[in-house]
Structures are given as structure tokens and as C-alpha cells.
């Protein structure tokens, strides 16, 4: 079972990038997904997370409102579309999925790393000033 994440690389701040992460196996479609990131020297923190159904999604405030997390059904892929890059952005992206977290989760719940059963391997995020 793989999480492939990419999408990542060097962007101006006030850039935009869509990351994607494609699970191996079908099954995930059932999984709620997030996306997590750390940057050199800073704990992983939460970024974004979404329902197996697209239903509920969860934003830390460092990104709400510059970014959305969607999911494509068909294509077995999560995405995590960031705009108005900051400096403080840059980071290595992670994908993640749950196979517990209930599809009407807390904010508290998605948020949490111990939660997820999968992880990628990241993607540098990277924003030049």
C-alpha cells in the first residue's frame, strides 16, 4: 500500500501549486485523506482533510482560505490546490489516510497525525520572496 505524493517544487511567493496524491489501491477511496507538512528544524503539522465522500473538509487557519482539498473519485486521486503562497509555506507536504477517522469527524480528530494509517513519501514545497 503506497501514497504517491507529488506536485511539489520552487514557486514564487503569491504562486500557486496543486499537489496531488495518488493511493495504490482503490480501497482508499473509503479513507479520509489529509495532508500534513514540516518544514526543516518544525513538527509535522496539520495542513488539510477530507471525508472519503468530500463531504467534510478541515483547514488549519495557516491555509484556510488559500487552499482547497478535493478528491477525484474516478482518477483515485486527493488533491490540495494552494494559492497566494507565503515564504512561510515552504515545507515538505505529506499525504496521509485513514482507515478509522469517521466520515463526520472532529476538527480535532482529522488533525491529528496518530490517526493516519498511511503516509507518502512528501513533496518539497518550496517559496522564494
Known amino acids: 500500500v503506497q501514497l504517491q505524493a507529488s506536485g511539489g517544487g520552487l514557486v514564487q511567493a503569491g504562486g500557486s501549486l496543486r499537489l496531488s496524491c495518488a493511493p495504490s489501491?482503490?480501497?482508499?477511496?473509503?479513507?479520509?485523506m489529509g495532508w500534513f507538512r514540516q518544514a526543516p528544524g518544525k513538527e509535522r503539522e496539520f495542513v488539510a482533510a477530507i471525508s472519503w465522500s468530500g463531504g467534510t473538509t478541515y483547514y488549519a487557519n495557516s491555509v484556510k482560505g488559500r487552499s482547497t482539498i478535493s478528491r477525484d473519485g474516478a482518477r483515485n486521486t486527493v488533491y490540495l490546490q494552494m494559492n497566494s503562497l507565503k515564504p512561510e509555506d515552504t515545507a515538505v507536504y505529506y499525504c496521509?489516510?485513514?482507515?478509522?477517522?469517521?466520515?463526520?469527524?472532529?476538527?480535532?480528530?482529522?488533525?491529528?497525525?496518530?490517526?493516519?494509517?498511511?503516509w507518502g513519501q512528501g513533496t518539497l514545497v518550496t517559496v522564494s520572496s
Open positions: 496521509a489516510a485513514s482507515a478509522t477517522l469517521l466520515a463526520d469527524g472532529y476538527y480535532s480528530d482529522y488533525a491529528a497525525w496518530p490517526e493516519y494509517d498511511y
Open positions: 489501491e482503490r480501497t482508499f477511496s473509503k479513507y479520509v
